[in-house]
């Protein structure tokens, strides 16, 4: 099901991008102290682990709308992320 496989990509490509501009904030911030911007990293690693553990479930009645309902949570959660790291200062 190739779905499943994009959908999987796209939670790792996401999420993985946000942790990335972290570390690019805290490399371009040495001075600044990082315990927001690490707390944003662990908020991203805890969405990754949940989404991917819906993305697993195997009890699902409609996949199709499983799948959807996961997709729409990984752009809410991405976006608060997003707005969390440029909220960064």
Do not use: C, P
Request: glycine share 4%.
């Amino acid at each position: 099901m190739a779905n499943v496989r994009n959908l999987k990509k796209d939670i790792n490509y996401v999420l993985g991008d946000i942790i990335e501009a972290v570390y690019v904030w805290e490399y371009n911030n040495t001075s600044k102290d990082t315990k927001e911007s690490e707390a944003i990293i662990d908020e991203a690693i805890d969405t990754f682990d949940e989404l991917i553990a819906k993305v697993n479930d195997k009890k699902v009645e409609n996949k199709k709308a499983h799948f959807k309902s996961i997709q729409n949570e990984l752009e809410t959660k991405g976006r608060e992320l997003i707005e969390k790291v440029n909220k960064l200062g």
